[in-house]
C-alpha cells in the first residue's frame, strides 16, 4: 500500500503541497536529526549542518527527526509528536484549527521520501508507518492506488 502512495505522491506532489502551502509554515532546518543536534552547557539545544534550511511546514522537522532517528529515540514516537506539539502550545503557537492535518501531510510526504529505507528495514518499523500512513491517507481523503487489490 505505501508503494502506491509514494508513487502516487511522486507523480503529483500536490496532493500534499497545496494543501500544506494552506496551513501554517515556519522556518525548518531541513535535516533534524540527531547527528545535527548538541546541547549548550545551559541546556539549550544546539542545531548543527544548516546546508538544508528554509519555509516549510513545522511537522516536516518533526517527521524528518522521526524517520532518520527510529533507533534513538527515547520514546515512542506518538510521544515524540504529542511532546512536539505540547511544547509548540507552551510557547503561545495554538495548534487546534491546523495541527492534524499538517501532521498527516508531513507523515505522507516524509514516507514518500523515505519509504525506501523503512522498507528495507525492521519490520516494526516498516508496520509502524504504514499504519500511521495509511490512517493519515484517509483522515486526509487522499486515495491509496492498489489498497483495493
Not at 549548550?40 to 516536516?60: E, F, K, Q, S, V
Not at 524528518?64 to 527510529?70: F, I, K, Q, S, V
Amino acid at each position: 500500500m505505501l508503494s502506491g502512495l509514494a508513487r502516487h505522491v511522486h507523480h503529483d506532489p500536490e496532493v500534499l503541497t497545496t494543501r500544506l502551502q494552506r496551513l501554517p509554515g515556519t522556518f525548518v532546518h531541513g535535516d533534524w536529526k540527531m547527528g545535527n543536534l548538541g546541547r549548550h552547557p545551559d541546556g539549550r539545544t544546539i542545531l548543527l549542518d544548516w546546508t538544508l534550511p528554509g519555509a516549510g511546514p513545522a511537522c516536516w522537522d518533526l517527521c524528518w527527526y522521526l524517520a532518520l532517528n527510529r533507533a534513538r529515540l527515547p520514546e515512542p514516537k506518538e510521544a515524540v509528536i504529542a511532546r512536539y506539539r505540547s511544547e509548540l502550545e507552551n510557547h503561545g503557537i495554538a495548534t487546534g484549527g491546523w495541527w492534524q492535518e499538517q501532521l498527516d501531510l508531513c507523515l505522507i510526504g516524509i514516507m514518500a521520501t523515505f519509504g525506501w529505507e523503512k522498507a528495507l528495514g525492521e519490520a516494526a518499523e516498516l508496520s509502524w508507518w504504514e499504519t500511521t500512513v495509511t490512517g493519515a491517507a484517509a483522515r486526509q481523503h487522499i486515495p491509496i492506488p492498489g489498497a483495493g487489490l
